[in-house]
């Protein structure tokens, strides 16, 4: 909160990585019972990125370096990083650990952070305490998943709505009042975790050969009750969030949720207020990348120079926990 800052966190940089490989609902068709016109009235979705030959901290090194060369920053700079993932290249060392030896970050440490689809909001609001209390000046908060790892290719109702890909920012030391993270807002229902999960692998579902036979390795949930939740809660806490800060809806520039399904991020902006133009949307182009999607859309949006220093930016994702949270910022650069 504001009270225990010293300094702001900005965010100085952002960039993405998508892998080249681009697999169409067409090509889906051909896998499962399923068609282009389903996958895109139900999801907006039309295609996604598949990384192969890779692990997930390559997508995230790829980012990395791309927010050091954007910065001329020389890796040794970095004093945190912090990859948001479900989908580690191993169980362990993190796939931080890797990202700082891939990028040669000498001075840094490193860890991961598993929230699922909140995982990179969850990360961006960790590392920013970082920065804010003084302890260090450059954070790398990163979120790559490579869902193709755990998405089962013989279950249509999930294997059509996940991607490859990552996205990241550089959180950055500011002495400028006002500027960079203004507040967050994150929860968990630990409840939820019968709604969204993936039960093999973990100390419960050791890997065996029955676990592998019962399809365990892969992501399951129940579509509706996340569907639901996901407006419901994203716009609860962003609306929250604004209140609290005294601002409102029509205050904001660009509202960044996670892309999960088209129509959770229209229902949200719908809920809240929130005009279309305001909202950042490229789920049709990358499906859901979990961590990477809201790093991805911020870096586009930068691009596409819908923001400019001065603007209020909102992100907001809800993923498996049930975890979900909101950030707002001050565009700085
Ligand atoms: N192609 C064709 N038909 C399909 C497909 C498909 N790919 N998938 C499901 N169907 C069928 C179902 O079998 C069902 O058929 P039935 O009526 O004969 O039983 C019908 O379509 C309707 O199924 P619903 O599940 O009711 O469809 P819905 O409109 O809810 O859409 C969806 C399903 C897209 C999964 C939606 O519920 C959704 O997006 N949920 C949220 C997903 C999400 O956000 N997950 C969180 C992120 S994951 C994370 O945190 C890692």
Not at 151 to 180: I, N, W, Y
Not at 206 to 231: C, M, N
Not at 298 to 308: F, N, P
Not at 311 to 318: E, H, P
């Amino acid at each position: 909160m504001a009270e225990a800052k010293r300094y702001g966190a900005i965010i100085s940089a952002v960039e993405r990585y998508l892998p080249e490989k681009v697999v169409t609902n067409h090509d889906l068709e051909k896998i499962v019972e399923t068609s282009d016109s389903w996958i895109r009235e139900r999801t907006g979705i039309t295609q996604r990125r598949i990384l192969e030959g890779h692990a997930t901290s390559f997508m995230a090194s790829e980012v990395a370096r791309r927010l050091l060369a954007r910065r001329q920053l020389d890796p040794a700079e970095i004093d945190l990083i912090i990859v948001a993932t479900i989908t580690p290249d191993m169980y362990f060392p993190a796939t931080a650990c890797l990202v700082q030896d891939q990028i040669g970050a000498s001075r840094a440490w490193a860890f991961d952070l598993s929230a699922a689809c909140s995982g990179f909001v969850y990360a961006l609001a960790t590392g920013a305490q970082f920065v804010e209390s003084g302890r260090h000046r450059r954070v790398m908060v990163i979120g790559a998943d490579k869902m193709s790892a755990i998405t089962d290719m013989q279950d249509r109702s999930t294997c059509v709505l996940f991607g490859d890909g990552a996205g990241g920012v550089l959180l950055e030391r500011s002495e400028e009042a006002g500027m960079g993270m203004l507040d967050f807002e994150m929860h968990v229902d630990g409840s939820g975790c019968e709604h969204l999960h993936m039960k093999g692998g973990g100390s419960l579902h050791p890997a065996s050969h029955e676990t592998v036979d019962q399809r365990l390795h892969y992501i399951r949930q129940e579509g509706r009750t996340v569907f639901k939740f996901a407006v419901v809660r994203m716009a609860e806490v962003s609306l929250s969030l604004l209140e609290r800060n005294g601002l409102k809806a029509e205050d904001l520039k660009l509202f960044v949720p996670h892309q999960a399904n088209l129509r959770i991020i229209e229902a949200t902006a719908d809920r809240m207020g929130i005009a279309r133009d305001k909202v950042m949307i490229n789920i049709d182009k990358y499906a859901n990348t979990t961590g990477g999607t809201i790093p991805i859309a911020l870096s586009e949006a930068w691009e596409l120079g819908r923001l400019q220093r001065g603007d209020l930016l909102l992100m907001t994702a809800v993923g498996g926990g049930l975890t979900w949270g909101s950030a707002l910022f001050r565009w700085a650069i």
